[in-house]
């Protein structure tokens, strides 16, 4: 389960720092990743609703402090101003 909410973690910061919303890319990642890397059904309900609460508080720029992981610091947060062509996965 890690290194699917790693790679999910990575794509979907890769998404908002090109100028889309966590809205926008978080489903299409989130398919994207299963394919990738296989998961337990039994185990991707938990997975997701985990990602969905982080997606929230990554891209709630007040929530942020309130995370601990040393690593998510790394992310990249927010997005830019400026308005982007819609998101394709071959942009990945």
Same mark, same amino acid.
């Given at each position: 389960?890690?290194k699917?909410r790693?790679?999910?973690?990575? &794509?979907?910061?890769r998404?908002?720092? =090109?100028?889309? *919303?966590?809205?926008?890319?978080f489903? +299409?990642?989130?398919?994207e990743?299963l394919e990738?890397?296989?998961l337990?059904e ?7 609703n985990?990602?969905?609460?982080? &997606?929230?508080d990554w891209?709630n720029p =007040?929530a942020? *402090?309130?995370?601990?992981?040393a690593? +998510? ?12 062509q819609?998101f394709r996965?071959?942009?990945?």
């Open positions: 389960m890690m699917f790693v790679r999910f973690k990575h &794509a979907l910061s998404c908002v720092r =090109k100028g889309f *919303s966590v809205e926008e890319c489903g +299409l990642i989130w398919e990743t990738g890397i296989e337990a039994a185990s991707q309900s938990d997975l997701y985990e990602l969905i609460l982080w &997606a929230r891209s =007040k942020l *402090s309130a995370l601990s992981p690593w +998510l610091s790394d992310l990249p947060r927010g997005a830019p101003a400026k308005q982007q819609p996965a071959s942009h990945l």
